[in-house]
């Protein structure tokens, strides 16, 4: 496989400030902080300077995308579209890895694009100035209904003793492979260090709270660095049982909480996420 989707605080804040869209976009950009955007959420992977080399970028395969044209000549031939996909509906929507993950699910059409603005920053190209749309329904984040409580146990209940294992071997599936959970979250000495490592998920969190956080993580923490997969019952279901089976003895400390760094938590105190 080869390619493939947080100075000083308070000069850090300053900047972000300043920058406010900070992206070659234009129109409607008031309140949206592209670059504190695109630290909060992409520089893990993609490194702060979009060089594809963030403290996540190690741990991938294939790597993530160097979004400043260094060494390939990606970026300038995509078109603005393109782009705005690839982060709205994930790697897998333009043909690429899953560990690009969905954010069309989290994040407003008018964050995205002015995302893709910020991007074009990056690199040279000829493409149009990105037009941050105005209406206000555009500025608004996706609100997706929290799960109620005891919904997971009506679905569980209904997986046989002979089904399980299948839904089981599902869920490993959905989480390493064709969702990509894995470019986050560490099991088994593999994966990504951005999210919880899940080696011992089975003993310390209960189902019920597994399925409800991947369905809508949002309606626990609003700011995490997760977004919303949008998920069917069946594949949460089944990444649930599954991270259930994963009871590893307790070897060494491991993040149990998502990780973040100074400047991502500056980022959520200034209000600016």
């Known amino acids: ?13 300053v900047l972000l400030l300043a920058a406010g869209c900070s992206g070659k976009a234009e129109g409607g950009a008031a309140g949206i902080n592209a670059k504190g955007l695109y630290f909060y959420y992409c520089s893990h992977c993609h490194g702060e300077k979009g060089n594809g080399q963030g403290y996540n ?28 996909k690839a982060v709205s509906k994930g790697g897998k929507a333009v043909g690429k890895a899953p560990l690009m993950p969905v954010f069309g699910n989290t994040l407003s059409e008018a964050e995205i694009w002015a995302l893709v603005g910020y991007m074009r920053t990056l690199h040279a190209n000829s493409a ?56 986050c979250h560490r099991v088994g000495g593999e994966g990504g260090t951005v999210g919880p490592f899940l080696d011992r ?19 626990f923490l609003r700011n995490t660095k997760m977004p919303n997969f949008g998920l069917s019952d069946e594949d949460a279901l089944a990444i649930t049982l599954y991270l259930g089976t ?24 200034s209000g600016q996420i």
């Open 201 to 219: 998920s089975g003993f310390r969190l209960q189902p019920e709270y597994i399925f409800r956080w991947a369905k809508n993580p949002q309606a």
């Open 246 to 269: 994963l009871k590893a003895g307790p070897k060494e400390a491991h993040p149990a909480e998502e990780i973040l760094l100074p400047r991502e938590k500056e980022l959520l105190q």
């Open 57 to 84: 970028a190690k741990n991938l395969d294939p790597s993530p995308r160097d979004h400043t044209d260094t060494e390939e000549k990606y970026m300038k031939d995509k078109s603005n579209e393109d782009l705005f």
């Open 128 to 183: 149009p100035k990105v037009t941050i749309p105005a209406e206000p329904e555009k500025h608004e984040r996706p609100k997706p209904p929290a799960v109620a409580r005891g919904y997971y146990k009506t679905l569980a209940e209904k997986v046989t003793d002979k089904d399980k294992g299948a839904m089981i071997a599902k869920g490993e599936q959905l989480f390493k492979e064709k969702i990509g959970c894995i470019a």
């Open 1 to 13: 496989m080869k390619r493939f989707l947080v100075v000083n605080i308070a000069c850090l804040y």
